[in-house]
């Protein structure tokens, strides 16, 4: 299996841009989850999907971010419009199932840099 | 609030050396303790995980150790490699039927390995 897969690798763009990320999980997975890392505020998941299903989106920080999971292959976040303090790195993982002894399997990120 | 803080935030070791890093939680009810190792450009890969019973886990050069009541996990490093330079991020995982919330990270610790 390939793991997580994520697209693009890295983005910079300008402000008031709209950027899409893009997230194909592990087959067979349940769960998807979005991160975003920071040096100052570590890892901090934003939404998690469980077959294909938005279940909590409390950590999205603002209308500006949108995520959807057209199917259980394929995911996307979407900022619109960008702004600088968006600049981290975007994770992708999946899981699964619920059950919390499952490990969580990250891809390999997207920095985004928004000028 | 469930936190869990690591330490120290960063650390310089000479290749070959040992070291050990450290994680605090409060995290409660506990369900287990993960340390994934995250290389640069890269998402975390998970090295070991621990449930409330366990007091020890190894993999290869790195164990684990984890103290239930005084909510504390220690992370080994043995006779380092340059390839060991990496960030450390302790997991902590609530038990709770809710995928999204049940992580909880560290603030990781950098390690560099210098030869």
């Known amino acids: 299996d390939a793991g997580v897969i994520q697209s693009p690798r890295h983005e910079v763009t300008e402000m008031g841009q709209e950027v899409t990320l893009r997230c194909k999980p592990i087959?067979?997975?349940?769960?998807l989850f979005w991160y975003r890392q920071t040096m100052m505020r570590g890892l901090e998941l934003l939404i998690y999907?469980?077959?294909?299903?938005?279940?909590?989106d409390s950590g999205m920080p603002e209308d500006r971010f949108s995520a959807k999971m057209p199917n259980a292959s394929f995911s996307t976040l979407k900022i619109q419009p960008s702004e600088p303090r968006d600049s981290a790195v975007y994770f992708c993982?999946?899981?699964?199932?619920?059950?919390?002894?499952?490990?969580?399997?990250f891809g390999p990120g997207t920095r985004l840099t928004v000028l | 609030k469930n936190q869990v803080e690591q330490s120290p935030q960063s650390l310089i070791i000479l290749e070959g050396k040992n070291c050990t890093l450290q994680c605090n939680y409060t995290v409660s009810p506990f369900s287990n303790l993960r340390w994934y190792k995250q290389d640069t450009g890269r998402g975390p890969v998970s090295l070991t995980i621990?449930?409330?019973?366990?007091n020890t886990k190894s993999n290869g050069r790195y164990t684990a150790t984890l103290d239930a009541d005084t909510k504390q996990s220690s992370l080994h490093i043995t006779a380092s490699q340059l390839s060991d330079s990496a960030s450390y991020i302790c997991?902590?995982?609530?038990?709770?039927?809710?995928?999204?919330?049940?992580?909880?990270f560290g603030g990781g610790t950098r390690l560099m390995v210098k030869p």
């Open positions: 621990m449930t409330f019973s366990e």
């Open positions: 087959s067979g997975h349940d769960y």
């Open positions: 993982a999946s899981s699964p199932d619920r059950d919390p002894y499952n490990e969580q399997f």
């Open positions: 999907f469980n077959n294909n299903v938005p279940i909590d």
């Open positions: 997991v902590v995982s609530l038990l709770t039927f809710n995928a999204g919330n049940m992580l909880t």
